[in-house]
Nanobody, 121 residues
Framework: QVQLVESGGGLVQPGGSLRLSCAASGVMSGVYAMGWYRQFPGKQREVVALMRVIHGGSTNYADSVKGRFTISRDNAKKTLYLDMDSLKPEDSAVYYC?????????????WGQGTQVTVSS
């Protein structure tokens, strides 16, 4: 079992910055990727940024956030971050942390509870 708890959301003005945190706990040894997703009202959850936590820690970003958002991880703190700069009103959404776990036989996707980000003047 992996537990994920997001924090750091809130209200920010356009052009501002926020840092989201995702504190992970539980059996992390099988986690091979972590990421951030967001969900707009009435829409399906979409990927924002992904990081492989093994094999070099490569990252991928949605085109809409490239150059503005940065995903990173502090292994000692078991915490995943999303630094969001130059925020736009269209970035307003509920942001979720995600962890993908596998033991080679089974695969499980874990989600946090989400944190609201609102970009508005």
């Amino acid at each position: 079992q992996v537990q994920l708890v997001e924090s750091g959301g809130g209200l920010v003005q356009p052009g501002g910055s926020l840092r989201l945190s995702c504190a992970a706990s539980g059996v992390m040894s099988g986690v091979y990727a972590m990421g951030w997703y967001r969900q707009f009202p009435g829409k399906q959850r979409e990927v924002v940024a992904l990081m492989r936590v093994i094999h070099g820690g490569s990252t991928n970003y949605a085109d809409s956030v490239k150059g503005r958002f940065t995903i990173s991880r502090d292994n000692a703190k078991k915490t995943l971050y999303l630094d969001m700069d130059s925020l736009k009103p269209e970035d307003s959404a509920v942001y979720y942390c995600n962890a993908e776990w596998s033991d080679g036989l089974s695969h499980t996707v874990y989600w946090g509870q989400g944190t609201q980000v609102t970009v508005s003047s």
